[in-house]
């Protein structure tokens, strides 16, 4: 397997000469969402790194939880685009594959079913 | 021979992909894109010492609030952006320490309209209402860039920008509404500000390196272009509340669909910034020098404790 990209990025070189970390900032802004890569920052401890994430990306966004992540611990894939290629359609394990179910159940009189209907009616008192 | 990887390189642009850190890059396009984005977080931070003058100044606690989170969030910008800077200069050997003693040695040059003096409380408002205005401009116009990493940091710093944006036009319409005095120093402050905003997108002239970045894609305007934008969506809103463009010959010739205006003082105002020679230009750099060297200690103190935990 390729290097991954993190381990390609000039950080080691960074740290040669400030000694202060590059660290990956990873922000939750609900208990529902899941953490979203923001940004990066320079920090001499993760303690600090976390401060200084407050600082940098939550003047004004409201989140739950912050992580921060030395980026020579982040593992990346590697650059090749044919990592990520399709080697066919994947219409089969999509919504999309199965749009003329609309059409057919026309037919019977009935209308398809759809996710975003189920969980409204569940949710419903 | 033509360089292969030259080659592929520009037909990743083309095709209209991002280049990230890590990839191979021509050096040309390394350091095209350094320096304006070196340029750019320096200019951030500079830019926060003459609105910080007016955070003792500001007339209402609410002012005082919002300019003071103003001022951190141009430093907060400046943060970011020195982040993109330091990963293109780490193979050059050179580290957020090297960008930042720049501004203090002269090697790096800041925007123009931060060596000007900011006398009046007006003058804070012409600042938020039409630098920040025209800065807005030339960084939405960077938001496609073909450099993915700072494209990224463009789209956060453009969301803050739009409370920027507000919070001029708040200070100005307060001015605007107010005594014959108040529009007086409104007024001077727009004639103190105009050439040094005109001149604020570059000259019309498209230099070499700015043909380079079009071909990068890095930018896609001219800065003619972008101060054309500034002028039509601007000059209707100054004449709206009831002030004066300094500039007799402005108009728009509708033939030619552009403004015509009066060239600014390209060659003074040129160097000023060359050579650091404007009104506030040494006051605000011996601000930054003092900022550096007095916070040094903090610096050295962070590493030790940290080398003391290792251990």
């Known amino acids: ?125 | 021979m033509p360089d292969a990887r030259m080659e592929e390189f520009m037909a990743r642009i083309e095709r209209g992909d991002k280049i990230e850190a890590h990839d191979w890059m021509p050096e040309d396009y390394r350091l095209l894109l350094l320096r304006l984005i070196h340029m750019h977080a320096v200019s951030e931070i500079m830019g926060a010492y003459p609105e910080k003058e007016w955070v003792p100044k500001a007339p209402t606690l609410r002012r005082k609030m919002s300019l003071a989170a103003k001022v951190q969030d141009e430093i907060g910008h400046g943060q970011l952006l020195l982040r993109v800077a330091e990963d293109l200069a780490a193979p050059l050997g050179r580290h957020r320490v090297d960008l930042m003693d720049d501004v203090i040695t002269g090697r790096v040059k800041f925007h123009n309209v931060f060596h000007m003096e900011a006398p009046t409380w007006a003058d804070a408002g012409i600042i938020g209402w039409l630098v920040d205005g025209a800065a807005i401009i030339t960084q939405t116009a960077l938001l496609d860039c073909s450099y993915a990493p700072y494209a990224r940091v463009l789209k956060r710093i453009c969301a803050e920008e739009s409370f920027h944006m507000q919070h001029g036009e708040s200070i100005i319409l307060s001015l605007a509404e107010g005594e014959p005095w108040q529009r007086e120093m409104l007024q001077e402050a727009l004639n103190r500000w105009w050439e040094a905003i005109l001149f604020f997108f570059g000259p019309p002239v498209v230099t070499d390196a700015a043909r380079r970045m079009m071909e990068y894609r890095i930018r896609s305007r001219t800065n003619e272009e972008l101060r054309q934008k500034f002028l039509t969506r601007y000059v209707p809103r100054i004449r709206a509340v009831g002030l004066e463009i300094p500039d007799s010959a402005l108009r728009y010739d509708d033939e030619a669909g552009l403004w015509r205006y009066t060239e600014p003082d390209w060659e003074r105002l040129s160097r000023m910034v060359r050579d650091n020679t404007g009104p506030k230009s040494q006051e605000r750099i011996s601000l930054r020098r003092r900022a550096h060297q007095d916070q040094a200690w903090v610096r050295e103190a962070l590493l030790r404790a940290r080398a003391a935990a290792a251990v």
């Open chain 1, 1 to 125: 397997m390729a290097m991954t990209q993190m381990e390609k990025e000039p950080a080691q070189e960074l740290n040669a000469n400030t000694s202060y970390d590059v660290y990956e900032i990873f922000v939750q802004a609900s208990d529902l969402d899941p953490h979203v890569h923001v940004g990066s920052l320079l920090a001499p401890s993760p303690e600090w790194a976390l401060q200084l994430a407050r600082e940098n990306f939550l003047r004004r966004a409201q989140a739950v939880s912050v992580w921060a992540v030395r980026r020579g611990d982040v593992h990346g894939t590697p650059d090749d685009p044919d990592w990520f290629a399709r080697e066919f359609d994947r219409k089969y394990r999509d919504v999309s594959g199965y749009a003329d179910n609309a059409r057919r159940w026309k037919r019977f009189k009935a209308q398809a079913m759809h996710i975003d209907d189920v969980i409204a009616d569940v949710r419903k008192e």
